[in-house]
């Protein structure tokens, strides 16, 4: 999992709210700083991510609300999955 510094989260929050709030526009409620820093480190970043604080703006303001729903269906399918496991042990 790649890691973003207090420092860089601190930087971009504005990029962030701005998605946010573009998001928040088309209709999508609920979505936190939280869960999108999730999905940048855990998924979209997962290798590495952008090497400049301009490159990672540059990402996060291409990234797409599909994309961001994708990863957090598929991450509620993993824990619908492991949940089932265990119920049958």
Do not use: H
Not at 37 to 60: G, Q, V
Request: net charge negative; glycine share 2%; with cysteine.
């Amino acid at each position: 999992m790649t890691k973003i510094s207090r420092t860089k989260r601190w930087l971009l929050k504005s990029v962030v709210k701005d998605w946010l709030n573009n998001l928040a526009s088309n209709g999508y409620q609920g979505v936190t700083e939280n869960d999108v820093w999730e999905y940048l480190c855990e998924y979209r970043w997962k290798k590495s991510s952008p090497e400049t604080i301009a490159l990672i703006k540059e990402d996060i303001e291409k990234m797409t609300p599909n994309e961001f729903f994708d990863y957090q269906q598929m991450k509620a399918m993993m824990t619908n999955d492991c949940q089932n496991i265990d119920d049958l042990m």
